[in-house]
């Protein structure tokens, strides 16, 4: 991690914990005598903490965090005295907050609803009444922090889980350090989660950087970017550095391109207040579409030590750019209304709380070049969207054809390119394509699929991302968090895009339901290539 | 959906397979593993198919259980097809052998297994004295027995060091992986002190208490003690000790440390299902377990 320095009593502990005691540095090690690397059964359970969240009245607090905590404590991940804090403004006494907990659990976990589970971790709620300016409140969250670490044995550890707009971030982090909830103390941590965006641009991205760093150093702070929590997503690097068979033609002698999409059938009804003004691009791209590719696209890492990791992504990112000239290979649309899985949808123009000139764009693609020898010449589309025919996140590598096909053209006829498809979500898995004979007296060759589907190989249902997310803060484990460097690299890559969009034009209207705009089809067929229907 | 095929050969209920599956749907392409689950015919074996097929669900496979019945009877092959949902997400080959055939179970087993998918084989039950030496033991890469329901379980327990060969693993151990969990991290918090002896208790039939004693006998220096009597594990360190106890039929435990106030964590009695599911999840050597197994032996019995 290039950004981080050293910060005495808050280093990060490693997973496995056999390292030397965290803030000590010349003390005797303590090796557990309990631990040993070869006893895979164990699980990692967090050691004791509470966690804080601002802004728990949100959806997201609501739909994802509270029961991604239930999910972990019925795994039995959870410590035994794990405290669970919300902070807002809702006039809540604590029974309130547990009610809301309690159905927020019910609704939305993934693992059958258990009382006694629920119990243990219902003795552990708080509530904090206050709004994000009053220093009573922030008094009174330190006072029901130490109370805990009295009454339940937290430690001292804090996780602040900041579900809140960006633009609250720079109160929230004044009043933690003002009210020394952010010092770590020896043998302690204090570790902030933060959700994108991260910015709206490089210097706004610098700027939240640097405001959250100030109270934060950059090895306590936890980006999520929920996508990277996702099995599939880690799963890129298990089918890449796991296996013989895919890495000799992972390179441009044999890929001819990549396609990684992101499209979501939901409209932005009621989502005006965040998205107008932002749009696909930083909402989805920056972030979503550029980890991928890095995950795609990156050298092999010396090991999977989080810092090893970060570093080959930082590195594929830096050589990353975008293809020029700008108006032949970015597209951008807006969805008109229409027709959407038989129900009638209208347009953004005419969604709640856009402006009826609104040039916000829904849908969103670029072509990006990653300047290695691995990839030279080997164009990375991206795009994403809003309104299109169906919800489904894929990483596509389509393959060159065969250099020569020793059959007649009437053979071939119905052969396509070879793909090699990692399913991110719905039906997560990999689909391999490639052409077979059709049953029959002639020699005629027509495209199957190879499938393996998540599903049917493993566990019916894989942990959800804020699950996984979760744990690892708790258990001070970076990995799957992109860093500032990241950050920042990502918005480089696409500032350009952004100001050339914001200069002239405006997104082309797409009707609901469809693949979107026509300049996006345009946009390949330039170079004689098709956008897979995903 | 459930097809009998009385009174038959292993070569028509192959067919029979392969027919299900073109007509019905039902896929057996993608299975990672094939269980052979060696039972008793009696009532029984529906529990057994139940914890079988739940465990299947993170992993699915093919089961065969394979039932014997009286040796006595005239020797006959019965079998059972089931697929879909009364199958969880795997299928099941019921087979019940009769006479003679009841001691040749892997010859009925063999034309079952799925290419080129490792075996694991479960005796829920009764084990054989060495599972790595059982012609059904043999066939597999991973074999599960379980010394709860044992006559003996003290002495079975005990003698699985003898048999150990590795692939070998039994319930008694995949019952305590929380119980372990909450000890070791307990320790990763301060005091850093080693431990200087250990107290395990709980009911004296009870093999995954053994357990839990002989693990902690191959990990620390000082002596471990097991005695009859209420749930619990104590750990002594200079400065105080860790407990981890629990009434006996009870589904909450309490974590008591020197220096953090007694806390409460939901710890039941893990079913079976779940323990198997535990086995399936990694099939090689688990040599932790064979270190707990030698442990037992240094652990001083009262």
């Known amino acids: ?534 | 959906m459930i097809i009998d095929i009385p009174s038959t050969t292993t070569e028509k209920i192959n067919k029979k397979l392969v027919e299900v599956r073109e007509t019905g749907g039902a896929v057996t392409l993608g299975r990672v593993l094939t269980l052979v689950v060696c039972t008793l015919d009696s009532e029984n074996a529906e529990d057994v198919i139940d914890a079988a097929n739940e465990a299947s669900r993170e992993h699915p496979c093919r089961v065969i259980v394979v039932a014997r019945g009286d040796r006595s009877a005239e020797t006959r092959l019965d079998a059972q097809i089931r697929v879909g949902g009364d199958a969880g997400a795997s299928e099941v080959v019921v087979l019940r052998l009769h006479g003679e055939l009841a001691d040749h179970e892997s010859s009925v087993v063999v034309p079952f297994l799925l290419p080129d998918t490792p075996v694991v084989a479960w005796w829920p039950d009764k084990s054989p004295p060495f599972p790595a030496q059982d012609p059904v033991g043999r066939l597999a890469i991973r074999r599960i027995t379980d010394a709860t329901g044992a006559r003996d379980p003290l002495a079975t327990i005990k003698s699985r060091l003898q048999s150990y060969t590795a692939g070998d693993t039994d319930l008694a151990w995949s019952r305590i992986t929380y119980w372990r969990a909450l000890l070791t991290s307990a320790l990763d918090q301060p005091p850093y002190e080693r431990i200087v002896s250990a107290t395990v208790s709980g009911l004296a039939e009870e093999p995954a208490v053994d357990m839990i004693a002989g693990w902690l006998a191959s990990r620390i220096d000082g002596p471990v003690r097991r005695v009859a009597g209420e749930l619990r594990v104590v750990l002594e360190r200079e400065t105080g000790s860790v407990t981890l106890s629990r009434p006996q039929t009870g589904k909450t435990a309490t974590l008591s440390r020197l220096g953090a106030p007694d806390s409460l964590v939901s710890l039941a009695r893990r079913e079976t299902r779940d323990c198997l599911a535990e086995e399936l999840r990694r099939l090689d050597p688990d040599e932790i377990y064979h270190a707990a197994l030698s442990g037992l032996t240094k652990v001083n019995y009262e």
Not at chain 1, 230 to 255: C, G, M, S
């Open chain 1, 1 to 534: 991690m290039s950004c981080s320095k050293p910060f005495p009593g808050n280093s990060r502990p490693r997973p496995t914990r056999a390292d030397p005691v965290p803030g000590t540095g010349s003390a005797p090690r303590w090796d557990n005598p309990l631990r040993d690397e070869r006893d895979k059964r164990l699980p990692r359970i967090a050691g004791p903490c509470a966690l804080v969240i601002f802004g728990v009245t949100g959806d997201l607090a609501r739909k994802k965090l509270m029961p991604a905590v239930y999910d972990l404590a019925n795994r039995g991940l959870l410590p035994p005295g794990f405290a669970l804090v919300g902070f807002a403004r809702r006039d809540w006494a604590a029974e309130d907050f547990g009610k809301v907990v309690h159905d927020a659990v019910k609704q939305h976990s993934r693992t059958p609803f258990r009382e006694e589970v629920w119990e243990r971790l219902a003795e552990g709620i708080r509530f904090v009444q206050g709004s994000f300016d009053d220093d009573a409140a922030f008094v009174e969250l330190t006072k029901t922090l130490r109370d805990l670490d009295e009454e339940r044995g937290t430690g001292g550890n804090h996780a602040f889980y900041l579900a809140i707009p960006p633009a609250a971030f720079p109160t929230v982090c004044e009043q933690l350090s003002k009210s020394g909830l952010a010092q770590p103390v020896e043998d302690q941590w204090r570790r902030v989660v933060i959700e994108k965006p991260f910015g709206h641009d490089l210097e706004s991205a610098k700027e939240l950087n640097a405001v959250v760093n100030t109270v934060f150093p950059e090895d306590s702070v936890f980006r999520i970017d929920h996508y990277l929590g996702k099995e599939t997503v880690q799963n890129i690097l298990a089918l890449r550095f796991a296996n013989q068979l895919f890495d000799p033609i992972w390179n441009a002698h044999y890929v001819d391109h990549v396609q990684i999409t992101m499209a979501e059938d939901i409209g932005l009804g009621g989502r005006a207040g965040y998205y107008d003004g932002i749009g696909a691009a930083r909402d989805v791209i920056q972030n979503h579409l550029l980890q991928l590719l890095a995950f795609t696209a990156m050298e092999e890492p010396v090991s999977f030590e989080p810092s090893e990791l970060q570093s080959e992504k930082i590195k594929v990112l830096s050589a990353t750019r975008l293809a020029e000239p700008l108006d032949e290979t970015t597209a951008r649309g807006q969805y008109a209304g229409g027709w959407q899985g038989g129900q009638r949808v209208v347009g953004l123009l005419d969604e709640d709380g856009f402006s009826k000139d609104s040039t916000t764009e829904t849908f969103a693609a670029i072509t990006l070049e990653v300047d290695t020898r691995r990839w030279a010449g080997v164009p990375f589309y991206l795009r994403t969207g809003k309104r299109l025919g169906r919800r489904v996140t894929e990483i596509a590598v389509v393959f060159k054809r065969a250099p020569h096909l020793p059959f007649d053209k009437t053979m071939t006829e119905e052969l396509g390119q070879n793909a090699l498809v990692i399913r991110v979500q719905p039906d997560e898995g990999v689909t391999m394509r490639f052409g077979s004979k059709v049953p029959g007296s002639s020699m005629e060759v027509r495209d199957v699929n190879m499938d393996f589907s998540y599903g049917q190989a493993f566990t019916e249902s894989s942990p959800e991302a804020y699950e996984r997310l979760i744990l690892d803060v708790l258990l001070g484990e970076p990995s799957l968090f992109p860093v500032n460097a990241e950050v920042e690299l990502s918005w480089k890559i696409l500032d350009p895009v952004l100001e050339h969009w914001a200069e002239s034009g405006k997104p082309e209207p797409y009707e609901a339901g469809t693949w979107g705009p026509e300049s996006a089809q345009e946009m390949l067929r330039r170079t004689g290539r098709e956008w897979r229907r995903p």
